[in-house]
């Protein structure tokens, strides 16, 4: 049942981590579903979520290998730059947390209440990002906040990069509070799209390489195996690259508040069921 198990969850990773309704959130009520149906537990959850970041990972490479493969020549280090900034404050919270409160951390990622009450949170920044993505472009522009990447500044993408460091919180989607933040530092809606996916390539590049290096040096546990690591990888990097493209067209065409609707029924559920 791991198997199926594992399959189960790449799926709903690939579904959830770049639609703004929080892919550790789906987790976490997945796992919540097994518990009370009678699944075995899985015990190395943390992993297996960030083995399934790092599959989404690859997703965003493949999706903006032309943004990627332009800052690598040296072509857009404007954009290099803000990316670098806006991910000084998710690094700095992610070696606290690892250094002083990994247990404590830990405990956190598993909290169903937590998770619950922070979708609520999320459904709440959607519909924030709704009213901004409504207002009067002109009326923007006279403000100062029509932005795109080229013109963004180092203080607003590092305000953007603390939204993303709030966002380790289960249940609190990391790219609808970043496109949020976006919205509201003036950018347009694909252009906070783009500045989010890729902000997420170095969060979750070095939360994945540590947990790669640990398999290396630990090996593959017993509990899960490698097969259904490597299955489900495979999995949700497909249906990521799919989510991804999807989310790219409904930010063209139409507003992320609608995801508040569906977010608000899941949380109140979550805390419900919460033991």
């Not at 530092?185 to 390539?201: C, E, N, P, V, Y």
């Not at 949700?236 to 063209?252: A, E, G, P, T, Y």
């Amino acid at each position: 049942m791991i198997f199926l198990q594992t399959i189960l969850m790449a799926i709903l990773q690939g579904v959830t981590e770049f639609l703004p309704v929080s892919s550790s959130g789906h987790l976490a009520f997945l796992n919540l579903l097994f518990t009370q149906f009678g699944f075995e537990e899985i015990e190395e959850q943390i992993l297996l979520e960030i083995i399934l970041h790092f599959a989404s990972l690859f997703a965003i490479l493949c999706y903006y290998w032309r943004h990627v493969f332009r800052m690598l020549l040296g072509n857009d280090m404007h954009l290099l730059k803000m990316l670098f900034i806006g991910t000084i404050p998710v690094g700095i919270v992610g070696i606290l947390a690892k250094v002083f409160f990994e247990s404590e951390f830990e405990q956190l990622l598993k909290s169903v209440q937590v998770t619950g009450a922070m979708m609520l949170v999320t459904s709440v920044l959607l519909l924030f990002a709704q009213k901004m993505s409504r207002r009067d472009p002109k009326e923007m522009h006279k403000l100062g906040l029509r932005r795109n990447l080229k013109t963004l500044s180092g203080l607003r993408a590092f305000g953007i990069g603390c939204v993303q460091a709030l966002a380790v919180l289960p249940g609190l989607s990391r790219s609808g509070s970043t496109i949020t933040a976006g919205l509201f530092s003036g950018l347009k809606r694909q252009d906070a799209g783009t500045f989010s996916f890729l902000l997420a390539i170095p969060a979750i590049g070095a939360a994945g390489g540590v947990e790669l290096l640990k398999l290396l040096k630990d090996g593959v546990p017993e509990s899960i195996g490698t097969l259904p690591l490597l299955a489900s990888f495979i999995v949700c990097f497909i249906v990521s690259l799919i989510s991804l493209s999807l989310l790219v067209r409904i930010l063209r065409t139409r507003c992320l508040g609608y995801f508040a609707i569906y977010l608000i029924p899941v949380g109140i559920l979550m805390l419900i069921l919460a033991p």
